[in-house]
């Protein structure tokens, strides 16, 4: 108790007694306490004033120093035979080092002489690649010129075959004995028919779009309404424009999956979209009958669904369907637009898709044309029927476009649909007489240029 008190400085013993003791009753002291309790009675020696503890406290000390001294002098010895070692080792290194920088030497006179071979290599054959590019070009260029002489040739050969097709039809009702009487509409599409057609074969082959004429326009001008002095491609180019490069990407698919050198990164994800295809069909087809042979009706209906998707990427990668819609918007753009007030109706026979029919009407309110559409519209549906301004490009007779307000845009502000020609219906009609004034005066009055 007295060392606990501090009445006297316990020895060093004791303190490796207490640890022991500690130790004993599972509450070691941890390394650092223990360090601590030194301190603490080295420092209680140092601070005594007996002399005893003066003299215990010199003899420790000393002998603290001569341990660290007898550890230095053997720190000292390793470290100056390491050092000699290290000398011996460094030298080794150092003439492997010399060795290596003369190889080295060596390698870079013949690495600088191969380095100005290739540099004549590569000059040669930069020189050569700027040639065939110089060829490339020429060629591409070519190859668009002979494309757009090509969809020139393919319109006007499609507008004469339609053309000729009218001609036909007119011979045979002419030689029918007892002729069926036409309607006024039929009359004056068959005289604008005739007439374009009269026109057509007295002249040249068209060299541009600008040289075709409208079958329907004569129709529209007896009404006194407007008609552009241009082709309603070039009246609206951006339109034209919209649906000829949706046509191209069609067409560049469709040669890609034939000729890979007309899009390289095409042909290939359509190769590995047909392999994956022909993989996924027997997989899970054999997944879905191994799913209803064991009862696992999920299992087999997922399988089924499975089938939608793979549908899908078959027909993307087999296969893609023709764009008749652009195909016909393409042709009917090569004449020029006409504006006309129509009725506009929507029918949902059954709730199964939208049929829009648009009735051109004359001024009096009557019935001309009918046109009717599957296309679905973004906008303006109206609740069952409505008077509209209607801007129609192509012939009477063939499928149609129809803008309306105005022809800017494809899919967009703007409706534009391909229509096709129908029987005018004897539905009865109700017109708002000062609403179709109003649109027969803009038909007549429109800006079509």
Sequence with gaps: ?????????????????????????????????????????????????????????????????????????????????????????????????????????????HTEAARADAEAQRDTLRDRVREQDRRLHAA?????????????????????????????????????????????AHERVGRATTQVTAEGSAASPPESRADLASGGGVAATEFGYRVSSRPAGEVS???FAEINLRWEAWARRNRARADPAT?????????VSRGLAMCLGPAIAVVGTAALYVGDIDLAAYSFYSFIPWFLLVGWSFGAPRPYDEMEALSALRHPWQVWPCQWSVDRPDGMGTCNR????????????????????????????????????????????????SPTSWKGKDAVLVAVPEPVTTLQRTIDPDEFASLVDQARNAQVD
Excluded at 19 to 35: I, K, N, Q
Excluded at 157 to 166: K, S
Excluded at 366 to 386: A, I, K, N
């Design 1 to 109: 108790t007295r060392y606990f008190k501090g009445q006297r400085v316990a020895p060093r013993d004791f303190l490796d007694k207490l640890a022991a003791f500690l130790a004993d009753r599972d509450t070691p002291l941890m390394p650092e306490e223990h360090d601590r309790l030194d301190r603490l009675r080295s420092a209680a020696l140092a601070g005594s004033t007996r002399q005893g503890n003066q003299v215990l406290y010199w003899k420790e000390e000393a002998a603290r120093l001569a341990v660290t001294e007898k550890a230095l002098t053997a720190r000292w010895q390793d470290e100056r035979e390491r050092g000699v070692l290290d000398r011996r080792r460094a030298t080794e290194v150092l003439g492997a080092l010399e060795l290596e920088v003369a190889e080295l030497r060596e390698r870079l006179e």
């Design 140 to 184: 591409a260029d070519y190859a668009r010129e002979i494309e757009g002489e090509l969809a020139e040739h393919r319109a006007t050969f499609e507008l004469l075959r339609r053309e000729v097709d009218v001609l036909r039809r007119q011979v045979d009702v002419l030689s029918e004995e007892k002729p069926q009487p036409r309607s006024r």
């Design 237 to 239: 180019d951006e339109l």
């Design 263 to 271: 899009a390289p990164g095409l042909h290939r994800t359509l190769v």
């Design 358 to 405: 648009f009735t051109l009407l004359d001024p009096e309110g009557r019935p001309t044309v009918e046109f009717t559409s599957t296309q679905e519209l973004d906008h303006f549906v109206p609740h069952g029927s409505r008077l509209e301004l209607v801007w129609v490009a192509g012939t009477f007779d063939s499928p149609c476009v129809i803008a309306f307000p």
